[in-house]
């Protein structure tokens, strides 16, 4: 079956750094383009980054532009996401999918990895 098993979040202050992984089964992953979204409290699922099969397209929220990196290993079923410069706004639940997923209304998310970012 399809799974996701996200890591790596944790607390860190502003202007520190964290990066997540993310392990995918269950599908033929270098077929798929890959992305990072985050959910904060209250506020609803907002996509963070994705990246194309090949790994070379890559595209950003205005708001992570410059601070955080995307990138995928298509032989270990894996994407990663490098985040640079957190800042308390950063502070969600992170978890990585398939947008094709989202686009077919398939709910298989992961259990996600929390980034709290405070002084």
């Known amino acids: 079956q399809v799974q996701f098993v996200e890591s790596g979040g944790g607390s860190v202050q502003p202007g520190e750094s964290l990066r997540l992984s993310c392990a995918a089964s269950g599908f033929i992953f270098s077929n798929y383009d890959m992305a990072w979204y985050r959910q904060a409290p209250g506020k609803e699922r907002e996509l963070v980054a994705r990246i194309d099969t090949t790994g070379r397209r890559k595209n950003y929220a205005d708001s992570v532009k410059g601070r955080f990196t995307i990138s995928r290993e298509n032989d270990k079923k894996t994407v990663y996401l490098q985040m640079n410069n957190l800042k308390p706004e950063d502070t969600a639940i992170y978890s990585c999918?398939?947008?094709?997923?989202?686009?077919?209304?398939?709910?298989?998310w992961g259990q996600g990895t929390q980034v709290t970012v405070s002084l």
């Open positions: 999918y398939a947008p094709q997923f989202v686009q077919w209304g398939k709910d298989l």
